[in-house]
């Protein structure tokens, strides 16, 4: 099962076609689910991505650029340009936000853990990422947010930061649902929870 491209599908069938203004990858590393939101966003939408990374922010805009797509970064502003990217962690992301997107962002996207044939030692961590998605329920759309968090537990640390993010969508009392190979005790778990939808 791949469950980034599930957390594609489900983002999709649960916006049931309407387009978001602003969306957020938490969690940049090559790219992917970067690209996959901008297919979600209106004509004038704009994404911002989050690295500490500055190898998975090179990757992700080479990729954008393979695919037409402009992109900003910290250090260089292209013109046009509707994705930018931040070489900062998840868990500053409401910090450098511009003001026009705080109170508009319709989805976000974390995939965790550490970014393949990387250094290991650079992960993310429970800590961060509740703080990030506490970041999430506040520049969240009043009219909803989806939110796809993909968590690997196979690694030290990976099931603390599952269960973090479990346990941050049950006390918020959030709609959510996980998806994993559940016979399989260090199989991903693709958390994909719902913020103030009526």
């Known amino acids: 099962m791949n469950f980034t491209e599930l957390s594609h599908i489900k983002l999709a069938e649960a916006l049931g076609g309407r387009k978001l203004r602003f969306a957020v990858d938490a969690t940049l590393g090559r790219g992917r689910d970067a690209l996959f939101a901008m297919s979600l966003l209106d004509g004038d939408g704009e994404l911002f991505g989050f690295d500490v990374q500055a190898r998975a922010i090179e990757e992700s ?7 037409g797509l402009a992109v900003s970064t910290d250090s260089f502003s ?13 868990a500053d992301m409401e910090t450098l936000l511009p003001e026009r997107a ?13 970014l393949p044939t990387s250094d290991k030692s650079v992960v993310t961590s429970a800590s961060g990422t509740v703080a990030a998605l506490e970041a999430v329920g506040r520049i969240c759309d009043p009219a909803g947010c989806i939110v796809s968090v993909l968590c690997y537990r196979g690694h030290a640390g990976g ?40």
């Open 102 to 114: 705080r109170g508009k962002i319709g989805a976000a996207f974390f995939n965790l853990g550490w």
């Open 78 to 90: 292209a013109a046009g340009a509707r994705a930018k990217f931040f070489r900062a962690s998840h």
């Open 159 to 198: 099931e603390e930061e599952f269960c973090a993010v479990r346990d941050f969508f049950t006390r918020g009392g959030f709609e959510y649902e996980m998806s994993a190979d559940w016979s399989n005790p260090i199989s991903p778990v693709l958390v994909f929870a719902k913020l103030n939808f009526a």
């Open 61 to 67: 805009r080479r990729l954008f650029e393979s695919k």
